[in-house]
């Protein structure tokens, strides 16, 4: 007979189980909100001229900070994020890959597939041509 460290027996598995949690959640709720509220309270409230200018690391600005910014640095960021992410889905793979068999590397091509064929539609648009 073999005792896993992680195996539960499965009449352990009932909603009891799940009451700490709960009373963990509420108490960590209350907890925030009376934190929130007791700053709000008693904390200072001197507004003052000085104290409602606003600053960027202890300079004063410069200047409308409204000022149209082109796009194509927020699309490259959300690009990056967005890629970088579908790489992090290769590691199961890789740990799992004499399991998984053929039919894992079929699906693995698979999701290649359609990573490059979303690759090839943001070349395709322009999404990362810097000339304008």
Do not use: C
């Not at 009449?11 to 209350?30: E, H, K, R």
């Not at 409602?52 to 959300?78: D, W």
């Not at 690009?79 to 579908?86: P, T």
């Not at 068999?101 to 690759?119: E, P």
Request: charged share 15%; net charge positive.
């Amino acid at each position: 007979m073999h005792l896993y460290f992680l195996q539960v027996a499965p009449d352990l598995n009932n909603t009891s189980n799940y009451l700490p949690i709960g009373i963990q959640l509420i108490f960590a709720i209350v907890l925030i909100g009376g934190i929130i509220v007791l700053t709000h309270l008693f904390g200072p409230k001197r507004k003052t001229a000085d104290k409602l200018v606003n600053f960027e690391s202890g300079i004063e600005s410069q200047g409308n900070a409204r000022q149209p910014m082109a796009i194509k640095y927020f699309l490259v960021a959300i690009l990056f994020v967005l890629f970088d992410v579908e790489v992090i889905f290769f590691y199961p793979y890789a740990v799992n890959f004499r399991q998984l068999g053929w039919h894992g590397f079929m699906a693995v091509i698979l999701f290649v597939g359609f990573f490059l064929a979303g690759f090839l539609y943001i070349l395709k648009k322009g999404a990362l041509k810097w000339e304008d």
